[in-house]
């Protein structure tokens, strides 16, 4: 079992920043994805980024270049640094974990632990 924790969500306006974190409690292995996804109002939830014990990651099109995830091992904690952010980011993200392979956003239904969301909102 993996408990996750997020924290750090609010409100911004547009082009300003903001860092969410994630913190993994239980059996951490080292083989563990984590990943970030998120849901806007009236919308499907969607994989962001996600994360490798081994650093590798994996970028959705529409935050390549503005959003960065990042991993602490040795605090089992994963960041996810947003940057120019746009009123279309406006979301609940969540954090999510997995054991093994594949580690991609597109594959939400391989995460098997859930955080319970941070609220992000941009204004414009």
């Known amino acids: 079992q993996v408990q996750l924790v997020e924290s750090g969500g609010g409100s911004v306006q547009a082009g300003g920043s903001l860092r969410l974190s994630c913190a993994a409690y239980?059996?951490?292995?080292?083989?563990?994805?984590m990943g970030w996804f998120r849901q806007a109002p009236g919308k499907e939830r969607e994989g962001v980024l996600t994360?490798?014990?081994?650093?590798?990651?994996y970028y959705a099109d529409s935050v390549k270049g503005r959003f960065t995830i990042s991993r602490d091992s040795a605090k089992n904690t994963v960041y996810l640094q947003m940057n120019s952010l746009k009123p279309e980011d406006t979301a609940m993200y969540y954090c999510?974990?997995?054991?093994?392979?594949?580690?991609?956003?597109?594959?939400?239904?391989?995460?098997?632990?859930w955080g319970q969301g941070t609220q992000v909102t941009v204004s414009s």
């Open positions: 999510a974990a997995r054991y093994g392979r594949p580690c991609v956003p597109s594959r939400e239904g391989d995460f098997r632990y």
């Open positions: 994360i490798y014990t081994d650093g590798g990651t």
């Open positions: 239980g059996n951490t292995y080292s083989s563990t994805c």
